[in-house]
């Protein structure tokens, strides 16, 4: 896992990570990740971390904050290098970013059709939060 080289994404990574997102079924229908990785690259409050490995993006996590907690989104390791800690490793630069920001606290949301993925981030310590998430769509759609 030494090899593993985390930095920060560039526009010209674009098809790469959202290619790696659409791989691990992280993409919704009513979310475009073109658009999300447009508007989180680089951003005083967000920004998109990937895992190179030999120079090729094997892993990313979108890491943000709105000034009381941070976020974690899209993290995701390429299928064929699971189990190798790419994941983990991710994870933790996302938590330094937000550390860096004078953040606390990071929160992330996971969909409820993809259990598979909680056993993990119970590994790094994540735990169920006691909320309630509530929606509104602003341009009238339902998803």
């Known amino acids: 896992m030494t090899d593993l080289v985390v930095r920060p994404a560039a526009a010209g990574d674009e098809d790469t990570v959202v290619a790696l997102w659409r791989a691990c079924g992280l993409t919704v229908p009513w979310n475009d990740p073109v658009m999300d990785f447009r508007r989180a690259l680089g951003r005083e409050g967000?920004?998109?971390?990937?895992?190179?490995?030999?120079?090729?993006?094997?892993?990313?996590?979108?890491?943000?904050?709105?000034?009381?907690?941070?976020?974690?989104?899209?993290?995701?390791?390429?299928?064929?290098?699971?189990?190798?800690?790419?994941?983990?490793?991710?994870?933790?630069?996302?938590?330094?970013?937000?550390?860096?920001?004078?953040?606390?606290?990071?929160?992330?949301?996971?969909?409820?059709?993809?259990?598979?993925?909680?056993?993990?981030?119970?590994?790094?310590?994540?735990a169920p939060s006691q909320v309630v998430v509530l929606q509104k769509w602003l341009d009238g759609t339902r998803a």
């Open 46 to 126: 967000s920004d998109i971390l990937v895992g190179e490995l030999a120079g090729a993006v094997v892993a990313s996590a979108m890491v943000g904050h709105d000034g009381h907690r941070g976020w974690l989104y899209y993290v995701a390791t390429d299928p064929a290098c699971r189990g190798r800690g790419f994941g983990r490793h991710v994870t933790a630069a996302a938590e330094d970013w937000v550390r860096a920001q004078g953040i606390r606290k990071i929160m992330l949301m996971v969909r409820a059709t993809n259990t598979a993925v909680l056993g993990f981030y119970d590994s790094l310590d994540f």
